[in-house]
């Protein structure tokens, strides 16, 4: 398979492409790396990264920012990352890109365990991947010929020093479990599915 | 109690003033009519509310707009009228009206049952949905000194008229028992609950 992944070099990035490279071709994209880059805040941003890949088997996202903070500081700016970013960067990907994904191809989003289960500080981040699956659940009844799914990890080990006060009594994964997730997703045939790795 | 309803003037906003009414002071808002005029789209008009209603004991939201449309006819504008709407203007009623609400007083915002069960030309409103009660949920750990939940009702009775054919096969529910779980919010002691009305 011809597999395009967005934010390739990021922790979970990093991981995917490695599971992913040993038996498909997997070209790169990101904000600042890799063979494409891609603001998946722009639309125009996305159809140009699109235009440059061509056809492609599946599309694996592993991108999106969103703000951790106190609700009580939280603004109107902070939660708009998170709604920009993470949750309709990847609906536009989807969007965009359902064109050029070739017939029974897929997408994989990556959401997260904060979903179902908040912490302190993570309002946006709850709404936001609450978002991504119900998005998915909902795009697979009309996207026929395309699957779509989600991959929903509890905090890595890898982060875990900068994102561990937020994550306390969390039982951490490493990404390459993580990367597992996206290999079921993109090497299986399921759509509208939510991929918990906990 | 002192109640503020926001879209007062709604199928549920109706029911919800109609049950309320019986025992405590409802106050009015709406777009374009009630006791005050509100647009939750546009933080100011939020902050006007506020401060023309003083202090509050609850805060029930019966309003919000989303766009139900074939995925692949949906624009980004489109999407942002349930991010910008339903979803957004619903936060910003809870983060500016936190500091009315008095102790043990509650937020009560609308959802929807496309949030777990999406049908088609839904997938704006599932999205949205669910992204609201997460936030609830998320909200409700770092919101100690009051409480918020969520309705989250299946198609009502009164809509089938409009919104019958995109939710063929569902039980609706007449606006009447959607209002009583606004009672159970308000006048309960939960926090951090879906209220689910199917």
Redo the contacts between chains.
């Keep these: 398979m011809k597999i395009l992944l967005i934010g390739a070099n990021g922790t979970i990035g990093k991981a995917v492409g490695a599971e992913l490279s040993q038996r498909h071709e997997v070209i790169t994209a990101g904000r600042n790396s890799g063979d494409y880059r891609v603001n998946i805040q722009d639309?125009q941003s996305i159809r140009d990264l699109y235009a440059k890949t061509g056809t492609i088997d599946a599309v694996a996202c592993a991108a999106g920012n969103v703000t951790f903070a106190?609700?009580?500081s939280?603004t109107?700016e902070q939660?708009d990352v998170g709604?920009r970013d993470k949750?309709?960067g990847q609906?536009?990907l989807v969007?965009i890109g359902?064109e050029y994904v070739s017939v029974r191809g897929s997408f994989t989003l990556i959401s997260g365990s904060?979903?179902?289960e908040?912490?302190?500080?993570?309002?946006s981040a709850?709404?936001?991947?609450?978002?991504?699956?119900?998005?998915v659940?909902?795009?697979?009844?009309?996207?026929p010929n395309v699957r779509i799914n989600a991959v929903s990890p509890t905090v890595l080990e890898e982060s875990m020093e900068s994102y561990g006060p937020f994550f306390r009594g969390a039982e951490a994964v490493p990404a390459r479990r993580v990367a597992l997730a996206y290999s079921r997703s993109i090497e299986g045939a399921n759509t509208g599915q939510v991929y918990n790795v906990l």
């Design positions: 639309v106190p609700l009580e939280m109107p939660f709604i949750l309709m609906v536009h969007l359902r904060l979903a179902d908040p912490v302190l500080f993570g309002s709850s709404m936001v991947n609450a978002a991504i699956n119900a998005f659940r909902a795009a697979a009844i009309e996207l």
